[in-house]
Every structure is written in C-alpha cells, then in structure tokens.
C-alpha cells in the first residue's frame, strides 16, 4: 500500500505532468530531500508544517525536520527510514509532479523497482561524506534496466565535507562513469550539490557552492523534456490503444454508434490514419475521435478517448489498436525480465494470468534463464526459483496471442504484470524481451 502527503487537488492542472522518482542508500536524506520539494512549492499545509515543527522541537532539533513530512508509516518514523513507496503531489507555475519516494534498503528493491517504473526521471542521491556506494550502483543499475530516461545525481550534505568543490567533482565523475557504461548519455544526467536540510540548490541558487553554476533541482525539473512512455534507448513508436471498453449506445439518437474507448499508450492518432487491429490483423481507417470534450483530430499519448473506425469490423477490450507502419506482431511465447514481489517463490511450470495493457490471459511460465545479482551487477544462469525481490529473465507462453513492443522500444506496450489466478494479487512486474544482458556486458563490478 501506498500512501500521500498531499492531493492531486494540488497540482496545476494547465501544466505539463512530469513523473519523477527518488531512490539511494539509507540515510542519504531522500525523505528530507522530499520534504523540502513539498515545503518550497508551498505544497503542504500549514498544520502539518506546525506538527513537524513541534515534533521536531520535541526531539531537541533547533530547525524541522522535514522528512517527517513524508515519513508517514509508523515504522518509519520510529526507525527514521522509508520502508513503502509513497506517492506526492506538488507542482511550480511551469509543471506539475507525481513523485514515487521509494526505500533505500536492498531487501526493499521490489518497492524501488515499483516506484521507478513509471517514472521519467529519478533522483539518485547520493551522501556526500560517503560518496558512491553500493546501492547506488545498484540502483543505477536497477534505472538502467527499467529505461528510466533521465537521472539526476543529488549530491547532498554538501554542507558537511571539507573541500565540497573536489568531492562533488569526484562523486560526479564516478557518478558518470557508471551511467555511461549503463548506456546513459551525458545529456541523460545531470549533477547537482544540494543540502536538503538547508535548502541549498533545491528551489534556491546558494551562495555556498560558488564551484556550481548549473540548474537548482526545481529549475531542472521544470525544464527536462517530458518523454512519457520512452525507455532511456527508445525511438517513437507509432499509435499503441489498448481497448478497455466496447461502446453500443443502441438508442434511437445513437442507433449504429460503435466507438472503441482506451487510453492511447503510446504514439498519436488522428483522424484519417489507417491502422490495424491486433491480433486479428484486421485493418481500417480513424473516422472520428470523440471525447467528453467533444470531436477531436488529433490525440496524444496519455489521452483517454473514444475511436470510431470507418468499417464495421470484430473489436473486444484486450484487443490492440496500433500504427500499421510498425504494429506489434501477436504472439504467445516471450522471452521476459520480471521482478518478483511474492513472498512465495516463482518455480517452472507456473501457471499464472498474465495482464498486458486491457488485456488478461492464462500463461505458463517455462524455463527461469538467468538472475540478476544486484551485489556483483552480473547474471547467474539456470537459477531454480525466483525469490521475493529477485530480477529474473524466464520465458513463458501465453494461452491467447498477446501483441507486445520489446520494452526498450516502449515502455507502456512492454510491460505486464503476473497475478495470481486464485487471489488476484500481483506477483510479478514484467518487461517483454532481455533487459538484463546488456547491463551485465557493460556495468562496471561493484566494490
């Protein structure tokens, strides 16, 4: 379970909407770093800023301690970590931000991969006094893996080490060494020194880092270019709509309307574009666009919308609406990347319900192939079962065709989820195709 801060009341509705993630090791300041996102945009309210004041001063600090803004589960403020994900909402006159703040721990790498998948950017932050470690590495790793399409490395508690100029310079070397051997390119990652506690470079340009003159973290958020649904690698895909729902109004002001409502995946549709229905093949042409604005030309991915084809042709939810130029060929055996967040293990032979857009189908998982070793950034083969917060890569055939992208070429018509067929509990995330084997020909060993 999830949980929030704030509201999506306070967002910016004419403002675009950039899906952002934090991530790093233990006690590198995220919940601060957050707290202070919320307290800068004015994005929380005033009695909860006088409950952190006095809890605060109850606990003998002179200043808030703005984690616990976002510190919501009792755990965690008992222990002073980030144990769930937890998703906030702020926004600046330029932008709005769903932000997923996810835990540092490794045996919480399930919740991390959770909070990551969707998003455009994520914060690594990294501790100054510390440097690179481990689990930043690791969770480089893990954004490498799931496409994230831009980092920003928060060099924080700036403020506490001698030399800041030469230790942010360090840190961001290494930092960069990493990414780019993860395939990032340099305009994929930006570096920024920051002091959470303070609020240095966060909303405010500071005085005390005179070696930076980049972008404050707000000024970079609000500027990155949005790339919903693109992997890090991704090239434009044509239209991706899922069908959810089948309209037959059969009324008398309505006697022959049948409109096909989804929300579009992925691409851009228009009307006038021939497409082709998978996995039938069936092929026409957008006639009209309706939505409950009114008729539209032409819609954008993230769109919810109603198509009307020009032919009468057999559609059902699960089907896939698609670009004819580069439509997805319909298939039953897959090769996959999953996270598994089950406590119980994933064994060969499976037989799960697999979701993949509007779509839900019986699967068989066959061979487990490899996993990922987190610690070594590196594959073990032939592994006999996936355990709870393992990467595994497997296959698996599907009981119907499934018209599936390859995840690095986009992330929304990659992804699926495994469920149980008792429960109905999700037990697995999934990306279509072999997103481990580049990370271990490339990712530097861990020390």
């Known amino acids: 379970m999830s949980q929030s801060t704030s509201t999506p009341s306070s967002l910016n509705a004419g403002a675009d909407l950039l899906r952002i993630a934090t991530a790093g090791s233990v006690d590198d300041g995220k919940s601060t770093l957050v707290g202070r996102l919320l307290y800068d945009t004015k994005s929380v309210l005033a009695d909860q800023i006088d409950a952190v004041t006095k809890a605060s001063v109850d606990r003998g600090m002179d200043t808030p301690d703005l984690s616990l803004l976002v510190d919501g589960l009792r755990a965690e403020r008992e222990q002073g970590i980030t144990i769930d994900v937890a998703y906030r909402y702020f926004a600046t006159p330029a932008r709005s931000f769903v932000l997923a703040d996810t835990p540092g721990h490794v045996q919480y790498t399930r919740n991390t991969v959770?909070?990551?998948?969707?998003?455009?950017?994520?914060?690594?932050?990294?501790?100054?006094?510390?440097?690179?470690?481990?689990?930043?590495?690791?969770?480089?790793?893990?954004?490498?893996?799931?496409?994230?399409?831009?980092?920003?490395?928060?060099?924080?508690?700036?403020?506490?080490?001698?030399?800041?100029?030469?230790?942010?310079?360090?840190?961001?070397?290494?930092?960069?060494?990493?990414?780019?051997?993860?395939?990032?390119?340099?305009?994929?990652?930006?570096?920024?020194?920051?002091?959470?506690?303070?609020?240095?470079?966060?909303?405010?340009?500071?005085?005390?880092?005179?070696?930076?003159?980049?972008?404050?973290?707000?000024?970079?958020l609000e500027t990155v270019p949005n790339v919903a649904g693109q992997t890090a690698k991704a090239a434009d895909v044509g239209l991706r709509f899922p069908v959810q729902y089948v309209i037959r109004p059969r009324t008398a002001e309505y006697p022959d309307y049948r409109g096909y409502a989804g929300l579009v995946a992925a691409g851009t549709v228009s009307v006038g574009d021939e497409i082709v229905v998978q996995p039938s093949g069936l092929r026409s042409t957008i006639a009209k666009i309706d939505t409950p604005d009114g008729e539209m030309e032409t819609a954008h991915a993230?769109?919810?919308?109603?198509?009307?084809?020009?032919?009468?042709?057999?559609?059902?939810?699960?089907?896939?609406?698609?670009?004819?130029?580069?439509?997805?060929?319909?298939?039953?055996?897959?090769?996959?990347?999953?996270?598994?967040?089950?406590?119980?293990?994933?064994?060969?032979?499976?037989?799960?319900?697999?979701?993949?857009?509007?779509?839900?189908?019986?699967?068989?998982?066959?061979?487990?192939?490899?996993?990922?070793?987190?610690?070594?950034?590196?594959?073990?083969?032939?592994?006999?079962?996936?355990?709870?917060?393992?990467?595994?890569?497997?296959?698996?055939?599907?009981?119907?065709?499934?018209?599936?992208?390859?995840?690095?070429?986009?992330?929304?018509?990659?992804?699926?989820?495994?469920?149980?067929?008792?429960?109905?509990?999700?037990?697995?995330?999934?990306?279509?195709?072999?997103?481990?084997?580049?990370?271990?020909?490339?990712?530097?060993?861990?020390?």
């Open 114 to 220: 959770s909070g990551a998948s969707t998003a455009q950017l994520v914060i690594l932050l990294v501790d100054a006094r510390n440097g690179v470690v481990a689990q930043t590495r690791r969770h480089a790793a893990v954004m490498a893996l799931l496409g994230v399409p831009r980092l920003v490395l928060a060099v924080n508690k700036i403020d506490l080490v001698d030399n800041p100029a030469e230790v942010f310079a360090q840190i961001s070397a290494e930092f960069n060494e990493i990414t780019r051997s993860l395939g990032y390119s340099a305009d994929q990652v930006q570096e920024i020194p920051v002091s959470a506690l303070h609020g240095d470079n966060v909303a405010i340009r500071s005085e005390n880092t005179p070696y930076y003159d980049g972008p404050t973290l707000i000024e970079h």
């Open 302 to 447: 993230g769109r919810s919308v109603t198509l009307l084809l020009a032919d009468d042709i057999d559609i059902s939810r699960g089907d896939l609406i698609a670009a004819v130029a580069d439509a997805p060929e319909p298939a039953q055996q897959f090769t996959a990347t999953v996270c598994w967040l089950a406590e119980k293990p994933l064994r060969p032979g499976a037989r799960l319900l697999l979701k993949h857009g509007t779509k839900t189908t019986q699967v068989i998982i066959g061979g487990l192939e490899a996993l990922f070793d987190e610690q070594n950034l590196a594959l073990v083969d032939a592994p006999e079962t996936v355990e709870l917060n393992q990467i595994g890569r497997l296959s698996l055939t599907t009981a119907e065709p499934v018209a599936a992208d390859d995840y690095s070429v986009n992330r929304e018509s990659g992804s699926f989820l495994l469920i149980d067929p008792q429960g109905g509990n999700t037990l697995a995330a999934g990306l279509i195709g072999d997103a481990l084997s580049p990370l271990e020909l490339s990712a530097p060993a861990l020390a």
